[in-house]
C-alpha cells in the first residue's frame, strides 16, 4: 500500500539564527534540499523541530514558509500539533489547516500521563476539530504514555485519523496492528533503525531523522522492498545503519543539528533546554558521515 503522505517524510529540524531566533529562510532552504533529496514530504514543527520550544507565533510562520515551499515544488507538509493540553492541540491544528497544511502529527500527551480511555477521547476531540488527516504519534520513551493496541484500533474507526507513526520499536505489536487495523489505516515507522523491520511487516513508510543526509538512499531502499528486493533493501539498511545509530547517540535533535552544520545545512543553534553536541559526540557523527561518503 502506498504511503498516504509518501514513503520518505522527513521529520525536519527547525533552523535557528544565531541569536536563537527562528531561521524562516533557512527553514525554507532546507525544506527544498529535502525535497530534491528523496523526501516525498516533510513533518514541520515535530519533536525533531523543537516543537517544545516554539511559540505560536514561530509555529505559524514555519508552517507557512514550509507549506509554500513545499506546494510549490508539489510535496507535502504535515504540522505536528499535538501537546499536552487538548484544547491548545485543536488550536494549533485549526491554525495548521488555515495556513495550508496537508495532515496533523498528534503526539500523545506528555508528562500528565492520560489513561487510555482519556488518550481515545482526546485524539477524537482533536479529529472532529478539523478536516485535516491525523497522524497519530506513539513514542512512550519520550511521552511515557503509550498508546494501546486497542485504542489504536478505536481511534482508527475516526474517519480522519489515517496513520500511526510508531516509535515503540515493537514488531510483533506492529504486525498485529497491520492485521487487525482497518485497511485504509496505514503505519509509518518513527525511527530509521526500524524501518526496514516495519516495512517488512507492512508499514507504508518512514518520518525519518536521517534522511536530512541520505533521503535518497532510504527512498532506494524503500522501493526495492516494494519491488520483492529484499537483499538489496537490506544492504542499504546495513550500510546506512552507523549513521541511524549515530544520530542517536545522544538526545536528538542534538547530533542532527551537528550533522546539519558538518553538511553545509541550514540548523544553527539547539535552543535551551538542550545543548550543542559535545566533541565526542561530534566525532561519533562526523565519523558516520564520512563511513557513508556524506562527508
Known sequence: MEGMFGSVVTAMATPFMPDGSLDVDGAQTLARHLFA???DGVVAAGTTGESPTLSHDEKRALFEAVIEVA?????QVVCGTGTYNTAESIELTRMAEACGADGALVVTPYYNKPPQRALEQHFRMIAESTSLPIILY???GRTGTRIEH???LHAAEVPNIVAVKDSTGDF???AKLVREAPEDFQVYSGDDWATFGY????AVGVVSVASHLVGEDI???IALLASGDVPGARAIHQRLSPLFA???CTTSPIPLKAALEMAGLPGGPLRAPLFAATEEERAKVEGALRGIGVL
Open 172 to 174: 510483533d505489536g506492529i
Open 37 to 39: 533529496h528523496g523526501s
Open 150 to 152: 486497542a485504542t489504536l
Open 246 to 248: 549515530a544520530l542517536f
Open 138 to 140: 506513539n513514542i512512550p
Open 71 to 75: 506546494h510549490d515544488a508539489g510535496k
Open 219 to 221: 527512498a532506494r531502499m
Open 199 to 202: 516495512l517488512c511487516l507492512g
